[in-house]
């Protein structure tokens, strides 16, 4: 009888224990099933309307700046540095003097060859007085002659070295830093200092073969540089190479821009955007619209839900071009489709939202 009854109380007390487990457990899912009946509040967003715009055919590319003349000065002759005329980032002209070698030696040799160009003068001129009264052959006065223009090619020549010796700017530019000191022997082909023309300034680009039917000469050039981020120069194509390389398949493009206060400067790299007068028609929507993860761009587009509730759908985009604050969008997107344009960060895909335009979030904003 006593195993019977502490039976009967183990299964007793079993069965409570066992009954107050699957009550609580119960408790648990529903309260679970009340918290996923109840929606969160739906997301206050500003919204955006696809948008089919005109714009100019145009293509992106990389470049270099370059100047339209841009040498290093090297002497031709071997001497010694007497005088530098030029100082390191001065502008200067055709023509200036920047540089002369020491002539001494030059200048008398060139005195000697002077003096015997005169006694050959003279000795010309009487023998064309003799070979007039037939007193001197002619071989004789031929060979006088040929003394006189052999004495004149001398003084040319050494005028010639001296000249080079005197090293001037071949073209209007701005100088760059000197590299040679006062009183320093140069070999012949030392460098001396850099020379660029800085205004107007080239740009060279590539391009793909398969877009050459897209540029032409004097079409639109804009071209942006990291030291300057915040500005755009513009200029016009101005010639294409007339082969396309045989390694990269593309073709070098020569663009020219005016640069009065010589913000570009040769080697710079260059983001380049040609355009020209024809149109293509493009879907497009504000860059803020755009979003990307791991799979790619992606746009949150907004659909009528139960009632009046507008909730979205994340959607996969392929975009294109950027031009200023709209991107275009050449697959994925409608005409007139609503989209999120801000806030997209909290947003999930069939999330209910509430949309304000842009004039309601500028005020909640202030």
């Given amino acids: 009888m006593k195993t019977t009854a502490r039976l009967i109380t183990v299964i007793v007390v079993l069965t409570l224990i066992l ?3 699957f009550a609580w457990k119960m408790q648990q899912i529903k309260q679970q099933q009340a918290l996923m009946s109840q929606a969160p509040p739906p997301s206050v967003v500003e919204a955006t309307r696809v948008v089919e715009d005109s714009w100019p ?3 992106s590319a990389i470049g270099s700046v370059r100047a339209v003349n841009g040498i290093r000065i090297a002497n031709e002759m071997a001497g010694v540095v007497e005088h530098i005329e030029f100082e390191s980032g001065q502008q200067v002209s055709a023509g200036d003097l920047l540089l002369k070698l020491n002539t001494d030696t030059d200048q008398a040799a060139l005195e000697t060859l002077k003096a015997e160009q005169r006694l050959a003068l003279q000795q010309f001129e009487r023998y064309s007085n003799l070979i007039r009264g037939k007193t001197i052959s002619q071989s004789a006065f031929d060979e006088a002659k040929a003394t006189l223009e052999a004495a004149e090619a001398r003084v040319h020549e050494q005028q010639a070295i001296l000249n080079k010796k005197r090293i001037r700017a071949p073209f209007d530019s701005i100088i760059g830093l000197r590299m ?7 070999e012949v082909g030392t460098p001396i200092v850099q020379l660029s023309m800085l205004d107007p300034i080239y740009v ?3 391009i793909p073969e398969r877009d050459l039917p897209r540029i032409s000469v004097g079409d639109k050039v804009e071209v942006r540089v990291a030291a300057h981020p915040g500005q755009l120069f513009t200029g016009a194509v101005l010639a294409l190479e007339t082969s396309v390389s045989t390694e990269s398949r593309t073709l ?3 663009a020219e821009l005016p640069n009065p206060e010589h913000r570009l400067r040769p080697g710079m790299f260059a983001n380049v955007s040609t355009y020209r007068g024809q149109q293509d028609r493009v879907l497009t929507l504000p860059r803020t619209a755009i979003s990307y993860n791991t799979y790619g761009d992606f746009v949150f587009v907004i659909e009528s839900g139960e009632g009046q ?3 979205v759908q994340r959607r996969s985009v392929t975009t294109g071009e950027v031009r200023g604050g709209r991107v275009s969008v050449t697959s994925g997107v409608k005409k007139d489709e609503q989209v999120v344009a801000t806030g997209l960060l909290r947003l999930r895909n069939g ?4 949309i304000v335009d842009s004039a309601t979030s ?3 904003a202030n």
Avoid: C, I, P, Y
Wanted: no cysteine; glycine share 6%.
């Fill in 19 to 21: 009954g107050s487990l």
């Fill in 57 to 59: 055919q145009s293509l």
């Fill in 180 to 186: 040679v000191d006062l009183g320093q022997f140069l």
């Fill in 204 to 206: 060279d680009f590539t």
């Fill in 252 to 254: 070098t493009v020569r």
């Fill in 309 to 311: 509730q507008k909730t």
């Fill in 351 to 354: 999330q209910a939202v509430e």
């Fill in 362 to 364: 500028d005020k909640a």
